[in-house]
């Protein structure tokens, strides 16, 4: 499978704990976005990148949400003292630097749950 | 603020009927919309694209059509089948220069099809 991958699927937390998701985007894709779903909404963007550079970041984007890229490839998303709140999925997107080309190609997400 | 939404949240059809999922856009500057399709307990699928420049375009059994007067998208969908049961967002991108800018969607509509 040469899409988008996600991990892990599931998670469940107690609030006040750190998480961290791994996005693997597809290979020689230059860009990588996260966006966040809430049941019965549509996905709202958080950050992305460009190779190693993060681009810009969505005021939704709170100080304890931090997002890497270190060497242009895989990302994390990591959320410290997760609060209730923060219950939502986890998309991941990614796609090729193309004036023309707008696809994004999403992964399957990641749960998150916080207790 | 300018935001994507939907008219319908829920959508109906029998099998072999055509659907139509509308969607309304506030924001007259967008250029670039895309409809994507959400399978449960999966991200968001590319179905079809359209710039601003178009009034319509077809894909293989989906049509979108753009009428700029209104702000109007709307996704048909020919010959329903079960398998297209799904959430359906549109998304918009505002206008940039370059491609592959994060994307605004709506709230979705909820097609079900009646066997």
């Known amino acids: 499978d040469t899409g988008v991958s996600q991990n892990p699927r599931h998670k469940i937390t107690k609030r006040g704990q750190n998480v961290t998701f791994r996005c693997d985007p597809i290979?020689?894709?230059?860009?990588l976005y996260w966006y966040r779903q809430t049941l019965g909404q549509g996905p709202e963007f958080l950050t992305y990148?460009?190779?190693?550079?993060?681009?810009?970041k969505s005021r939704l984007l709170s100080d304890r949400f931090s997002a890497e890229r270190p060497k242009g490839s895989f990302s994390t998303l990591e959320i410290q003292r997760t609060e209730q709140g923060d219950s939502a999925m986890y998309l991941c997107?990614?796609?090729?630097?193309?004036?023309?080309?707008?696809?994004?190609?999403f992964g399957p997400g990641t749960r998150l749950t916080v207790t | 603020g300018e935001s994507v939404g939907l008219h319908l949240p829920t959508l109906s059809v029998q099998e072999g009927d055509n659907s139509i999922i509308n969607c309304a856009y506030s924001n007259s500057a967008s250029d670039y919309f895309i409809w994507y399709k959400q399978e449960s307990g999966k991200g968001p699928q590319f179905i079809i694209d359209?710039?601003?420049?178009?009034d319509k375009r077809q894909g293989q059994r989906v049509t979108v059509l753009l009428n700029k007067t209104v702000k109007h998208l709307s996704l048909q969908i020919a010959a329903t089948q079960p398998g297209d049961s799904a959430v359906y967002f549109c998304a918009e991108i505002w206008p940039v220069f370059s491609g592959n800018t994060p994307l605004v969607f709506g709230k979705g509509t909820r097609l079900s099809v009646i066997a």
């Open positions: 359209i710039r601003s420049n178009m």
């Open positions: 990148f460009q190779n190693e550079a993060q681009l810009e």
């Open positions: 997107a990614s796609s090729r630097v193309n004036s023309g080309d707008h696809e994004q190609y």
């Open positions: 290979s020689e894709h230059n860009r």
